[in-house]
């Protein structure tokens, strides 16, 4: 009985030695913080703050690829977001723009198909992205980004207060962030 208690002291030893190795993520995993040091602390298009907001609710964080991935639905659901906006500003629900706001009506339909573009990709570039084909989903998501800013672009040639500066600029930063994290894949 001794010689079983030796053995099973030295087994449980083992395991117990073992037990953080088996339990830790792969070594491909990187926290959240982590990685949004890495690719927004030298970025020039968002900042750690905007990655680890966008990011937070990941949780301890994973694969940069399922980073980007969850960039990539933060991506299609503000465009979606933004997309409905536009057509309730344009009276797809009943509102409509007031007279003093005619100068909206182009800029917002050029947004309005410069969004339906992005959602349009979105399934691809979700698909891309877990299909490991990340130069197809960086191409989807540096067209998402030269929309959000032409659909900005659109109300400063008109002369227009834009209302979508925060929608746009979210876009923007968050397809960027997609190719960031791409680029780490």
Known sequence: MASFSS???SVITVLLLLLPVLLAPPASAVPVLAACKTVGGG????DVTFCLEAL???GGGGLYRDLAAAAVGLLAA????????IGRQLGESGVKIKAGDAALARPLRSCLSLYGGIVHGGPACAAAVKGGK???ATAILEKAAAA???CEDGFRRSNAASPLTAEDDDAFKLAKLGVALLGFA
């Open 7 to 9: 053995s099973s002291t």
């Open 43 to 46: 970025s020039t298009y968002f």
């Open 56 to 58: 937070g609710s990941v």
């Open 148 to 150: 959000a800013k032409e």
């Open 78 to 85: 503000n465009a979606t977001s933004t997309e409905a906006k």
């Open 134 to 136: 990340f130069g197809d």
